[in-house]
Every structure is written in structure tokens, then in C-alpha cells.
């Protein structure tokens, strides 16, 4: 088992940036692989961005590619994505995700590769 708390919401205006945080207790960390989520109301939930056990391996949506960066520290066991250039359809809420791998390239894709997830954090646009 892993508990996934996620942190770094909030009120961004249009343009801006936002750093996330998600923090894993139990299991060892680097045995899993992370990603992020997002959904609003009525919609299913859409990939944002993965990194695989150690890091060298990442994965962005095509909404994300050139305006997000992910990383993780495996002594910390955090992960850390960020999005820039925030545009008002980033309005969701994000959800940290851990998936039990045993490869150490796998990056995450799709929501039912996850084994655990966090409680999400709210994403909201100012503008």
C-alpha cells in the first residue's frame, strides 16, 4: 500500500505557472511509477504527465508537451510536475497516481495502469 498526498493547488491567472507536489508514504517509493491526472465535472479522466521509477523516462500529454516538466525525488518521495503557460482549460482537478512496476522505463499512460491514487488537488484559473 502507498498513501499519495498531493499539494500545490490553487488560483492561477492565465500565462502563469504552477508547481505540484505529490508526497508517497508506505511502499518504497522508487518502486513505482507516477503520474498525474486531471478531470472536471462530467468528463472521464485525462493523462497529464508521467515519470518512470528513476526518473529518466517522462511522458507528457499532447495538451502538455513544451509547457510542463515533471521530476521526482526518490529520497524525498515526491514528484514534482509543472505546468507553465496555464491556459484555462487547465481548470481540473489533478490527481497523483502510483503504479507498481517492476520495469524501470515504464511510464504511465492511461488511468487503469494505476494502483493508487491521491485525493487531487484543486486547479483553478484567476483570470
Known sequence: QV???ESGGG???AG???????TASGRAFSTYA????RQVPGKEREFVVAISRTGENKNYADSMKGR?????????D???P??????PEDTAVYYCTAAAVRTLSVVLTRASQSNF??????????S
Open 78 to 80: 515526491t514528484v514534482f
Open 82 to 87: 509543472q505546468m507553465n503557460s496555464l491556459k
Open 34 to 37: 507516477m503520474g498525474w491526472f
Open 68 to 76: 510542463a516538466t515533471i521530476s521526482r525525488d526518490n529520497g524525498k
Open 3 to 5: 498513501q499519495l498526498v
Open 117 to 126: 491514487w491521491g485525493q487531487g488537488t484543486q486547479v483553478d484559473d484567476s
Open 16 to 22: 502563469g505557472s504552477l508547481r505540484l507536489s505529490c
Open 11 to 13: 488560483l492561477v491567472q
